[in-house]
């Protein structure tokens, strides 16, 4: 079905048995081998056929953070003994990440000031970092070379140098950074000069046969940088300095152009990298080039490859959603794929803090070791244990998943005409399209687990009494808001604003700007006669929203002329919209023609009430369990925890 992806490769002497390499991504969890070791062995198994670690601070001044392992030191060769030999003995090959963080390191992490090309403020890690000095870069280039060495001499398959994203090569290679007027910079030749630098160390250390890989920036997407152009010029450069591949990587943490987030259309950096390949091919070079961000099918990444765009795809958060994906690909099964939604809140959102990584639609993620699969699923008998599921929005779903993996058997209930619960609303919700395929998703997998799924059904007692155990997901419900005046205007609460989006009046005052009032601002300010004000009590519009995505959607909403009103308080709606009280006495009116609520949620416990009056034993999970603070990454690790449990 992919002949392209399921293609061998070879990167320098490396054989790849096919072109997807799973992509760096620090996990906050390389300190815990056994977990590393697992996490990688399930990936390995599932058919990853090259993994490229998280990186690994060639030094401490470089280290991203508490969580980073540096090279050299024993908790780095402890994760790599046991990471290595878990992917090794699944059959795959680990490359190691060389990575120094440069100005986006943390002063707070080693007590070290952040060393860069140029002293040049830090809006990421909120640090001014010290120039470095001739000798300070040379010490710089012997931990690449010594790190590169330690690599091979553990028994890595390959090296790859992490060249992009703004941390340090990235920096020296960059305009925006890179302010010096020495033999390191001062014009776009001499800022090749520390990248090349660093794979002529990293060479001389491993020796030639030894595979490099060279992670560039295709374009750093942020202010001051240089054009594109410069990067397919040092890609040449380093393809004569004996790179093996190039992984183009795309953009910095300080960009303002959206780049892994879900409202960016999948494959929309390819170009980048086609470019590149082109020029080196054109050069005569044929090193392979490796696509990266927002690629998150084997579907996607046989098309890139069919069109010669790259030569290997990087996927990474799709292996963190489905660890099986290339194998289930490989299958011919792409439909039982566990789909990344480019949410970020488990990954991403916590890999730029401490919190350890999972994923939001696999809370299994991380965690292989608590939650072990059986494959395939423990078959039944007349006697085995039967449960039910009440309600299938991402608890119910993932704790109906879990159940039928232990072994139980398992009736799902659902008074929706569909799975899906609130992820029904988002995937309508612009840029959150991928949303479905979570749903597309479990509607394949449980059937596959033998899961009997009822919607149109709402279950209560009588319908749940003859289960051994009730798992009740049935969520939550909005919360309702008294508003003086609301005979004046039609007043809606977020569900029913969803479902008739279309329909609602021009001008929409929104009361509540948590993420699904956002979610909503964002579906309906598609139709561009609209009038949108955004009301919040608090301070933050989008609080909840993870900070890899709040920015992102906050600008779209900006741009689309959303206006967001905060610390404003609701008085009574009037016959011409919503009247605020004002701090200083002088109310002031919000125009609108209909308002609606959208200010937060209440547990929905009248099922759990139910079956406790009728002495059914159960458990309440997700919204159904507590609202406060609710998310779905929180809903699926409950879902996931009840049905392990029983
Ligand atoms: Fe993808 Fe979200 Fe999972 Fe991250 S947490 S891998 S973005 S689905």
Not at 84 to 108: I, P, T
Not at 189 to 205: C, H, I, K, T
Not at 397 to 426: K, N, T, W, Y
Request: charged letters at 15%; a neutral charge.
């Amino acid at each position: 079905q992919f002949p392209h992806v399921f293609a061998p490769g070879r990167i320098g002497t490396l054989e790849v048995p096919h072109r997807i390499i799973m992509g760096s991504m620090h996990l906050n969890f390389e300190q815990d081998p056994p977990a590393l070791a697992s996490f990688y062995a399930e990936r390995a198994a599932g058919g990853a056929g090259l993994i490229v670690t998280g990186g690994a601070a060639v030094n401490r001044e470089g280290s991203g953070g508490p969580t980073y392992l540096v090279a050299g030191e024993v908790p780095f060769r402890e994760a790599a003994a046991a990471a290595l030999e878990a992917v090794h003995n699944a059959g795959a090959k680990l490359a190691l990440q060389l990575f120094h963080a440069g100005r986006y390191a943390f002063e707070s992490t080693y007590g070290l000031q952040p060393a860069a090309p140029s002293a040049v403020w830090s809006a990421y890690s909120k640090a001014m970092p010290a120039a470095m000095d001739e000798e300070h870069v040379r010490r710089t280039l012997a931990a690449f070379a010594a790190a590169a060495a330690q690599a091979r001499e553990l028994g890595f398959d390959a090296v790859e140098i992490m060249g992009s994203e703004g941390y340090l090569v990235n920096q020296f290679a960059s305009a925006a950074t890179n302010r010096r007027d020495d033999s390191w910079g001062g014009d776009a030749l001499r800022r090749q000069a520390f990248p090349l630098a660093v794979l002529s160390a990293v060479r001389g250390a491993v020796g030639t046969g030894f595979p490099v890989i060279f992670r560039l920036s295709g374009d750093d997407l942020v202010d001051g940088a240089g054009p594109p152009e410069e990067y397919v010029s040092l890609a040449g450069a380093l393809a004569a300095g004996g790179a093996d591949a190039l992984n183009i990587g795309i953009g910095w943490h300080e960009s303002r152009i959206p780049t892994v987030q879900a409202m960016v259309p999948h494959g929309t950096w390819l170009p980048v990298a086609a470019r590149i390949r082109q020029h080196l091919a054109g050069a005569g070079h044929t090193v392979p080039v490796i696509g990266s961000n927002r690629i998150n099918s084997v579907a996607q990444a046989e098309a890139a490859l069919a069109d010669r765009m790259v030569d290997f795809v990087s996927m990474a958060r799709p292996l963190l959603a489905d660890p099986r994906i290339i194998a289930k690909s490989a299958a011919g099964r792409p439909d039982l794929v566990n789909t990344c939604i480019a949410c970020n809140e488990a990954c991403i959102d916590r890999s730029l803090g401490t919190e350890p990584v999972s994923c939001l639609v696999n809370p299994r993620a991380g965690r292989e070791r608590a939650f072990p699969v059986s494959f395939p699923p423990r078959t039944r008998s007349a006697g085995t244990p039967r449960a039910a599921v009440a309600g299938a929005g991402p608890a119910g779903l993932q704790a109906a998943a879990a159940l039928a993996e232990a072994g139980i058997h398992v009736d799902l209930f659902e008074s929706a005409p569909g799975i899906g619960g609130q992820f029904r609303l988002a995937c309508v919700v612009p840029g959150k399209a991928d949303f479905a395929e979570t749903i597309r998703y479990f509607s394949r997998e449980l059937p596959r687990l033998g899961v009997e799924i009822h919607t149109g059904v709402l279950a209560g007692a009588e319908v749940l009494s003859g289960f051994s155990h009730v798992i009740d997901a049935t969520g939550v419900l909005p919360r309702t808001v008294r508003l003086p005046g609301a005979e004046y205007l039609p007043v809606y609460d977020y569900h029913e604003a969803f479902a008739v989006a279309a329909a609602l009046p021009r001008r929409l005052a929104i009361v509540g700007a948590g993420g699904i009032a956002v979610d909503l601002a964002h579906l309906l300010a598609e139709h561009r006669f609209r009038q949108i004000t955004l009301l919040r009590r608090g301070s933050r519009i989008g609080e909840g929203i993870g900070p890899s995505t709040r920015w992102a959607v906050l600008q779209a909403l900006r741009s689309a002329g959303v206006a967001m009103l905060t610390g404003v308080s609701c008085k009574e709606v009037t016959p011409r919209g919503l009247i605020l009280a004002g701090s200083g006495g002088q109310d002031e009116l919000v125009p609108a023609d209909a308002v609606i609520v959208a200010a937060g949620q209440v547990e929905n416990s009248s099922l759990s009430r139910e079956l406790a009056a009728a002495g059914i034993a159960h458990t309440s999970v997700g919204g159904a369990a507590s609202a406060a603070g609710l998310n779905a990454v929180r809903a699926f690790a409950e879902g996931l925890a009840s049905g392990r449990a029983l």
